[in-house]
């Protein structure tokens, strides 16, 4: 087993091109090279491009996570892995050592650019049209070979949808290829980030032949860089240099470009009659069907969707998760903070059940936690009005020992305005808010459900200023009446709440209305 320990500590110094360093000033993004101060002390991200590790990574990870942070890692909402209370750096050996089994960037200076997302189930799906490893692991090298991409935004970001029944097409990226089948050939139809902040991507109307997707990508990368100061430590999202220019002429630069490097994109925008974000959107309803036992296309293999509560792995899980990706396959992070244990045998499955149950972790969907997501929160972020992990832990520990789902509902916790929990797909969303108390602040929480308007980030706004000693009771009451009124099993909360005016639902949800319910269901 290959061990981290024992390395020394001090912090590193630069030592030149292609050995590792800590590098400052540079991005105010996490990194591996990039020692970003928290709350709890300083935080670590890795990069793990399409979330996949072997064994060799995970046994790395969890001794890191011991020798230098906190004793877990966290699974971002992009597939990464953070490394948290970090209270010394990361010496420029085990840097080294991360880089020799392909964790971080062989070239420090591309590390901050944003994690590449597909889907976790991509060349194990059975209804997908194309596998996407290929796509990721391409886009990738090609970070890793031109550092003149180290002018990125590090918040530029790719996705690749392979069209399969676990969709992250639409998750918020400036780029989503995702691939569509078009008179029995698969392509790949370009959506890019345009608009205000938050707005979903916009559909360009072009189709890509999957021979076209990187060489586009690498020119939609270069018109953003001859569009920004490359020295300024401030860079603009895509989207502002998109809206700047306009996306009509952004794409013809893109073309351009294209046309003078001797590709083959035709130069035409075909427009299609088919809304395809309307059948990502249908798609997406399902992301929570990757947790549990399901088969792979390949012929009795499995795989098995483990929920981590708000994507938290101790380093000792870490472990125990390495010696079942030694002995059965790979270990993919998912963009829900949830991860899958891939190409289990039919045989194998009761094993490794077993195994993660041992783990003191689940398989079961409709596990309040598998649907769960936290931004960081007070403890980790200084722009936070709440506690969100804590509280969001909370509220699933009360409502596990009151409810029984029988489809996840999908509950999202952030700590402010920015909403890094993504609520654009949650069906309870969840605001941290400070209400100012006599001698201190009092947590609280504007509660949004449903899609609402599709202008409100959020969702619909439904109650405000809720304290946290208030909440657990009430979305309990929320999901009681959800789980009774509802028109079927397949209803998900947040169709169900979209079908009620706003006070009709507050109604419904009002305290004295459910306990006579209560009354009566038993
Ligand atoms: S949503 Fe706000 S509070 Fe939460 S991590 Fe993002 S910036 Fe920080």
Redesign the pocket.
């Known amino acids: 087993m290959p061990t981290l320990r024992g390395l020394s500590s001090s912090v590193s110094a630069s030592h030149g091109e292609g050995v590792p360093t800590l590098l400052s000033g540079f991005t105010k993004c996490p990194g591996l090279f990039y020692a970003t101060p928290a709350q709890d002390g300083i935080l670590s991200r890795i990069r793990i491009p399409g979330g996949i590790l072997d064994s060799q990574q995970c046994y790395a990870i969890a001794d890191i996570a011991d020798e230098f942070g906190g004793g877990y890692v966290d699974v971002t909402n992009r597939a990464n892995l953070q490394i948290r209370e970090i209270d010394k750096g990361i010496n420029a050996e085990v840097l080294q050592r991360l880089q020799d089994i392909g964790l971080g960037s062989p070239n420090p200076v591309v590390d901050h650019i944003r994690n590449i997302m597909t889907s976790p189930t991509a060349g194990i799906d059975s209804q997908e049209l194309i596998d996407t490893r290929p796509f990721v692991q391409g886009w990738n090298q090609y970070i890793l070979e031109n550092p003149h991409l180290s002018g990125l935004s590090a918040k530029f970001s790719v996705c690749f949808d392979g069209g399969g029944a676990v969709s992250v097409g639409d998750r918020l990226n400036d780029i989503t290829l995702a691939a569509v089948l078009v008179d029995s050939n698969v392509y790949f139809r370009l959506y890019l980030s345009v608009g205000a902040k938050g707005e979903p991507s916009r559909d360009m109307e072009i189709l890509l032949t999957p021979e076209q997707c990187l060489p586009v990508l690498a020119a939609l990368a270069d018109v953003y860089l001859n569009h920004i100061d490359f020295n300024s430590s401030r860079k603009p999202r895509l989207r502002e240099i998109i809206n700047t220019l306009g996306w009509e002429n952004y794409l013809q630069l893109v073309l351009q470009r294209l046309n003078f490097a001797g590709e083959t994109l035709t130069p035409q925008l075909p427009s299609l009659p088919v809304r395809f974000q309307e059948e990502l959107k249908e798609r997406s309803d399902f992301q929570y069907q990757h947790i549990g036992i399901h088969p792979q296309v390949q012929p009795n293999l499995f795989y098995i969707g483990v929920v981590l509560p708000l994507g938290r792995l101790k380093s000792w899980q870490m472990r125990g998760l390495a010696e079942l990706v030694e002995k059965y396959g790979t270990l993919r992070l998912t963009p829900w903070q949830n991860l899958l244990l891939t190409d289990i045998q039919e045989h194998q499955v009761a094993d490794v059940k077993n195994k993660i149950k041992s783990l003191k972790l689940d398989f079961a969907a409709t596990n309040i936690k598998s649907a769960l997501v936290a931004?960081?929160?007070s403890r980790?972020?200084a722009?936070?009005a709440t506690d969100?992990k804590g509280h969001a832990l909370i509220l699933a520990e009360y409502l596990e020992t009151r409810l029984t789902l029988d489809r996840p509902v999908n509950i999202h916790f952030?700590?402010?305005?920015?909403?890094?929990?993504q609520h654009s797909k949650s069906d309870i969303a969840l605001l941290?808010v400070s209400i100012e108390g006599e001698n201190k602040n009092v947590e609280a929480y504007h509660i949004f459900v449903g899609d609402g308007d599709s202008n409100q980030k959020f969702g619909r706004l439904l109650y405000q200023y809720v304290t946290f000693s208030e909440l657990p009771a009430l979305i309990e009451r929320m999901l009681f009446v959800y789980q009774l009124q509802r028109l079927s099993c397949d209803e998900s909360f947040g169709n169900f709440s979209d079908r009620y005016p706003t006070i009709q639902l507050k109604q419904l949800f009002n305290k004295h209305l459910v306990e006579i319910f209560t009354t009566n269901a038993h």
């Open positions: 931004c960081s929160g980790g972020c722009a936070s969100t952030s700590g402010c305005v920015k909403s890094c929990a941290g």
